[in-house]
């Protein structure tokens, strides 16, 4: 349902994706979604660039806690992908939790917890109603 959503709102020059991998040198993360810029989406690429990627999310899942949580936020940040978003699933509600690259790199700031309700204005702008969920 977040990937309906994000492709609905996402300006025309990104691409929302999931399947695909992101090279990070010594390893090839697979976000559960993923939104890289239209300019590097080919129909058979399954591999990209962080450059590429304007957004990583990954849903947390109870085998994928300490990765998603600790892991893939320092990885992602570290190779310079610009935003990160982490869903969970908080008493069958979904809850987004996004964040940003700081300004030096290397790391990310928290820019936002959604319940219920994703109104941003970046990475895109977005407004819509999160769904109840089940996993």
């Known amino acids: 349902m977040l990937k309906a959503a994000l492709r609905r709102n996402a300006p025309r020059d990104v691409v929302v994706l999931s399947e695909k991998s992101v090279d990070l040198g010594a390893s090839a993360p697979e976000p559960d979604v993923l939104v890289v810029f239209r300019a590097s989406f080919g129909p058979h690429t399954s591999v990209y660039r962080p450059a590429d990627v304007h957004l990583a999310i990954e849903i947390v899942s109870p085998s994928t806690k300490t990765k998603d949580r600790k892991l893939r936020p320092v990885q992602y940040a570290e190779a310079g992908i610009e935003n990160f978003w982490r869903v969970e699933n908080e008493n069958d509600e979904m809850a987004v939790y996004t964040f940003e690259l ?7 700031a928290p820019s936002g917890v959604f319940r219920k309700h994703l109104r941003i204005d970046r990475p895109f702008a977005m407004d819509v109603e999160l769904p109840e969920i089940t996993w």
């Open 102 to 108: 700081l300004p030096e790199g290397g790391a990310y």
